[in-house]
């Protein structure tokens, strides 16, 4: 089994949905070295096959990166693609929704980064969630999320104003023609060395729910980052409701 196009085709689906998707990978890394350094220790948090380990390792070879997910596919198949490069990555099977996900991620860390991800969780579920990764990290350490976190119900004229952007945007680049998320999922599940991986997935009965709205809007996550103790909170880095978000502990 050739893991390593699997990971790339991944990436390719996952560029339709997110054509910045490069852009924002870098800014999330330029945002670890500089709060932490060249040797920092990486809480990545919903990895799925290692997309942004990949470039954290790439841009950070002597980082220190735990990557976690509780999708068994998609560890399988990061670690499978990913190996072990200088000390990392090492691999988490963590559900967010259960509080003592933060049992296997001992220690402190400097930084815990995220991407298309967090928005799965219920939003009743962030606050507690945010309140166990300033937990873990160290102060002075970072939180960043690059995620779709739209503008809130106050701000109809703004989220709007991003839906024509992003359509415009999307028209005159058009991402390169890819296979999509569902058909990525049904090629993949023919991979025999995958079947014991997918017959724990569906005894997990572990499908993506539908997207949380609550959990998609900035206010919910910047609100629920500032009642878990982050100092500060705002966006970096933003394309329309694109967003980099960055929580200083």
């Known amino acids: 089994m050739d893991w390593q196009a699997w990971l790339q085709r991944w990436d390719g689906q996952q560029r339709t949905y997110v054509p910045e998707r490069e852009e924002r990978f870098g800014v999330i890394v330029d945002v670890v070295r500089e709060v932490a350094g060249d040797r920092p220790r990486v809480l990545d948090l919903g990895c799925g096959p290692g997309s942004l380990t990949a ?64 928005h799965w969780l219920p ?63 049904r090629a993949l599940e023919q991979e025999p060395e995958l079947a014991a991986a997918f017959a724990e997935r569906q005894r997990r009965r572990h499908e993506h729910p539908p997207t949380a709205v609550e959990s998609s809007r900035l206010d919910s996550h910047r609100d629920a980052l500032h009642a878990a103790g982050f100092a500060e909170v705002g966006t970096v880095w933003q394309r329309g409701a694109d967003r980099v978000l960055v929580a200083l502990r």
């Open 55 to 118: 470039r954290l390792l790439d841009r950070l070879p002597d980082a220190e990166v735990l990557a976690a997910d509780a999708d068994p596919v998609l560890l399988t198949l990061g670690r499978h693609t990913l190996g072990r490069r200088g000390s990392g990555p090492g691999w988490l099977d963590a559900d967010f929704r259960d509080p003592a996900w933060v049992d296997g991620a001992p220690g402190r860390w400097d930084a815990a980064v995220s991407t298309t991800a967090l």
């Open 123 to 185: 939003a009743e579920r962030l606050p507690g969630f945010y309140a166990e990764v300033a937990g873990l990290l160290r102060p002075g350490g970072v939180f960043v999320d690059g995620d779709h976190l739209g503008f809130g119900p106050a701000e109809p004229g703004l989220t709007e104003l991003a839906e024509r952007l992003r359509a415009g945007w999307d028209e005159r680049t058009p991402a390169p023609p890819a296979e999509d998320w569902d058909g990525w999922w």
